[in-house]
């Protein structure tokens, strides 16, 4: 039986990308910003993988892995850090499975309970104190001078005897010390936590019964701890978070397992079998998601795309197909009066890369539609939109090359985005779970989404069983959706069309808890009859490459479709630095075209790594966003200090061993580049005339 002719095919395309964390700190910014995607995302999403091809289905997803990231999940330091905060984080969850068990809230209760007794009776024995400190002033005799003689021990005694109070008789002593029950009375309670009194060591004293507080003051202190036996004696309700505890823990320690057991410790070597196998296709990026449209020499630009691709080939065995543009920015070609700019493209094509991915916006014209202030960690971009575009005519269904190179670029399509990334799409649903209120103890999201614009305070508990029942829904939604786009394109156009949506791969798992199974869900149901043909980018390349070509305009993905997130006035000192540095590594390749000693390469190697993570994206963006904004300047600044003790020791031939292998030790990517791929290749305009 043949297989009907699809209605259009369809790419699902992921960026997986996090700043350099490794030895950088842990909470809230640093290395366990890591081991969070890898427990909610990296490694169920592998799971999601393997447990469609287990059923026949291959995934067939474009999956991009900057090489800054691949180079942390390769790193044994990081290996090691993961297992210990996995550790950590199920060791907090154990409480929490104690804590809200039948013995736990009973222990809980029994501990509140007797704090706030406790706290009562210490108030009622200060009431006492402060009473009986009243009393004793109107008695005390005047202090002595300081130059008045010392009485002797039997002067002393004699005039504690005169000023002795007169004492009650037998039958008011009996009533007074009655006691109400057979527990000690409430006064005798509070006289025993009242604080003791120091009096000189060289006065004798003599013990005297402390007072009796008045019958109102018992009666006050009965009643408030009366009001506590009432109020800890009434039944309470099972908190939902019991099973929810016990849910996490199995949750989480089996990702713990998956890391240890189903992967060897290795999730690049998952993933590049999966892809040696046909299920998916993995994509590289610059080395450091540099902003590339304003790095100011080329010798950066190369060196990023470059830099980029050799640590694809390291970690995945080819060479790689797609590239993922940082912040899906590009800007043509700029020629000015002495100097020539190639076009972004230019170094996709100069390291044999195919294909990239832009903005709807970029191709179609039109409005920004500001995906990236939508949705998790994006919501704080201040929103400047792009000046709205003429219309091209050109459409989102296809494919274009670029008019310079033999380089493609695929769009976006903005209902099938919007859906899954917008404010009011699928993660915003009220049975999902709430990312952003956690338990005050253990750190759990113990609160679903409930509805929109609902106080924190006011969150409902989660539901997974509920949740997934959404799930099954929203993917099912979501198939209907690409199919109706597809076919309206078709009936339109009387040919098959090409649904590419992309995303950042930690939307899913991490910020959206359901957004893994979602995706698992979706493929399935697809693969599933539907009419539509899943494909890797790579497929289409092979099978239907662009027919057109058209010049992409200056653009990127961020809020308002420009450069704006990462060039305003709040990150704008950071370029002049970025390109001081640049400037610096050409003048360091100049200088030394060949290494006089071992620990000078050493040194020039370290440099250019340095150079790479100071020109990372993720520091202005961090800024710009709000979401780290310490914690980002000081980062960059530290990648221009070390860069600059390193060029300085080069240049000024003042290099020792212990400088070199303290930076080493902790920025240690990429162990193999060659600095000499920063040389000066700046292009003069006279030269392309």
């Known amino acids: 039986m043949s297989t009907p002719t699809p209605i259009g095919t369809f790419s699902l395309v992921l960026h997986s990308h996090l ?14 910003n890591l081991y969070e995607a890898m427990a909610e995302t990296y490694i169920p999403l592998l799971n999601a993988f393997e447990d469609l091809r287990e059923e026949g289905i291959a995934a067939k997803v474009t999956i991009g892995v900057t090489p800054v990231l691949a180079e942390q999940l390769a790193d044994d330091h990081l290996k090691q850090g993961f297992e210990e905060y996995m550790a950590a984080f199920i060791a907090r969850i154990e409480l929490d499975r104690f804590r809200y068990s039948d013995a736990g809230m009973l222990e809980s209760t029994a501990w509140d309970k007797g704090e706030r007794i406790a706290t009562a009776k210490a108030a009622y024995a200060e009431r006492v104190a402060a009473a009986q400190a009243v009393e004793d ?61 120091s009096l000189p060591a060289d006065e004798p004293v003599e013990t005297v019964a402390a007072p009796e507080p008045e019958a109102e003051g018992d009666e006050q202190l009965l009643t408030e701890l009366a009001a506590i036996e009432e109020e800890f004696s009434k039944p ?138 939508m949705i998790g960690p994006y919501g704080t971009i201040e929103y400047i939109p792009m000046p709205e575009r003429p219309q091209t005519g050109l459409s989102t269904f296809q ?55 609902w106080d924190l305070a006011d969150k409902d508990f989660y539901n997974p069983q509920m949740a997934l029942q959404r799930v099954h829904e929203n993917s099912e939604h979501y198939v209907g959706l690409v199919f109706d786009q597809l076919k309206a394109y078709q009936d339109a156009n009387d040919k098959p069309g090409h649904v590419v949506v992309t995303f950042d791969t930690e939307l ?60 305003n006035p709040q990150v704008e000192f950071m370029w002049p630095i970025v390109h001081r540095c640049e400037q610096r590594m050409e003048e360091l390749v100049r200088f030394v075209p060949t290494p006089r000693n071992e620990l000078e390469g050493r040194a020039l ?50 290099l020792t061993e212990a400088k070199v292998a303290a930076i080493e030790a902790i920025d240690n990517a990429f162990a193999w580049i060659d600095y000499h791929d920063f040389k000066d290749r700046q292009e003069r305009a006279s030269v392309t005339k």
């Open 399 to 453: 494919g274009y090359w670029l008019p310079e190179n033999p380089v493609a670029v695929f769009a976006r399509n903005e209902a099938a985005g919007m859906q899954v990334w917008a404010v009011d799409g699928y993660p915003g649903d009220g049975w999902y779970r709430e990312f952003h209120k956690r338990d005050s103890n253990s750190g759990m999201q113990y609160w679903r989404v409930t509805g929109k614009n």
């Open 19 to 32: 700043p350099y964390y490794r030895k950088a700190g842990m909470w809230p910014f640093g290395e366990e």
């Open 605 to 654: 190697a370290q440099a250019a790594r340095e150079l790479l993570l100071l020109q990372g994206s993720d520091w202005p963006f961090l800024v710009t966003t709000g979401q780290a904004k310490t914690y980002a300047i000081d980062r960059f600044n530290e990648h221009v200090e070390r860069f600059d003790t390193l060029a300085d020791g080069v240049l000024g031939g003042a």
């Open 137 to 197: 002033a109107k008695t005390a005799p005047p202090a002595r001078p300081a130059w008045a003689r010392k009485p002797e021990p039997d002067e002393v005694q004699s005039e504690l005897m005169a000023s002795k109070p007169k004492a009650v008789d037998d039958e008011e002593v009996a009533v007074a010390e009655k006691p109400a029950s057979t527990k000690p009375s409430p006064a005798a309670q509070a006289v025993a936590v009242a604080p003791a009194v």
């Open 508 to 567: 899913f798992g991490h910020w959206w808890f359901e957004g893994v199974e979602w995706i698992k869900q979706m493929i399935r149901t697809m693969s599933q009859g539907s009419g539509i043909k899943r494909v890797t980018i790579g497929e289409i390349m092979a099978e239907d490459p662009p027919e057109l070509a058209y010049q992409l305009p200056e653009s990127s993905w961020g809020a308002g479709g420009h450069f704006h997130v990462w060039m």
């Open 236 to 373: 309470r309700p099972v908190d939902a978070r019991r099973e929810l505890a016990e849910y996490y823990y199995a949750w989480y320690t089996g990702r713990l397992a998956d890391f240890r057991d189903r992967y060897r410790r290795d999730l690049l070597g998952a993933l590049k079998a999966l892809q040696d196998d046909g299920c998916i296709e993995i994509i590289t990026s610059a080395a450091t998601h540099g902003f590339s449209p304003l790095l100011s020499r080329d010798s950066s630009l190369s060196g990023q795309y470059k830099v980029g691709v050799e640590t694809y080939k390291k970690h995945f065995g080819r060479q790689p197909k797609g590239v993922w543009l940082p912040e899906c920015a590009y800007r043509p070609a700029i020629e000015g009066e002495n100097e020539y700019r190639p076009p972004i493209d230019q170094f996709l094509k100069e390291n044999g890369l195919e294909y990239f991915f832009t903005e709807s916006h970029a191709v179609q014209g039109g409005k920004t539609a500001g995906y990236r202030r």
